[in-house]
């Protein structure tokens, strides 16, 4: 089984091509699974911001995976747009942890996030990585179909996780 040791993370863009068939992806199977795409929720993006995050996963040189960081208020980041293509691989927490490092190093002091009650794979998932479930924050308030999720991001945390690259 493949470790985080093969997978290379790079800062791009949810525009650049080879972003797109992941992003499709991840559309396809949330709209299969819970009636919506996810789509809607990830218009807004601004290329020469700083504080707007999207990184690549390659496995063997292959696209593998993406997430993104947006800004939410000054000090707290939102965690967007999260795709594996291959389960239990690391792909995830590996685009994870670097998306916290990246979002540490543009001012992010907190972490959230917002996915499906009935998406237990990801639940468990962010529940692994140290994110607490919190209220429902902005569009997701009222939903009771939402799960919303978040994280302090300590600076310990962000210097042990630079000294791995």
């Known amino acids: 089984m493949p470790t985080t040791a093969t997978i290379q993370l790079e800062v791009s863009s949810p525009q650049a091509m080879e972003a797109q068939p992941l992003l499709d992806a991840l559309s396809e199977q949330l709209g299969?699974?819970?009636?919506?795409?996810?789509?809607?929720?990830?218009?807004?993006?601004?290329?020469?911001?700083?504080?707007?995050?999207?990184?690549?996963?390659?496995?063997?040189?292959?696209?593998?995976?993406?997430?993104?960081?947006?800004?939410?208020?000054?000090?707290?980041?939102?965690?967007?747009?999260?795709?594996?293509?291959?389960?239990?691989?690391g792909i995830g927490e590996a685009v994870l942890q670097q998306l916290e490092a990246e979002a540490r190093q543009a001012g992010y002091t907190e972490l959230w996030l917002e996915t499906r009650v009935a998406n237990t794979e990801a639940c468990r998932f962010y529940t692994k990585n140290h994110y607490q479930r919190r209220a429902n924050y902005g569009q997701y308030i009222g939903r009771d179909h939402s799960a919303c999720f978040g994280k302090f991001l300590t600076p310990t945390d962000a210097a042990e996780l630079l000294s791995h690259d």
Do not use: H, N
């Open 32 to 89: 299969a699974r819970f009636g919506s795409d996810g789509r809607a929720s990830f218009t807004e993006w601004r290329q020469d911001d700083p504080r707007y995050i999207f990184l690549l996963a390659r496995q063997d040189g292959k696209t593998a995976g993406c997430g993104a960081v947006r800004p939410l208020a000054d000090s707290v980041g939102e965690v967007k747009r999260m795709f594996a293509k291959y389960s239990r691989q």
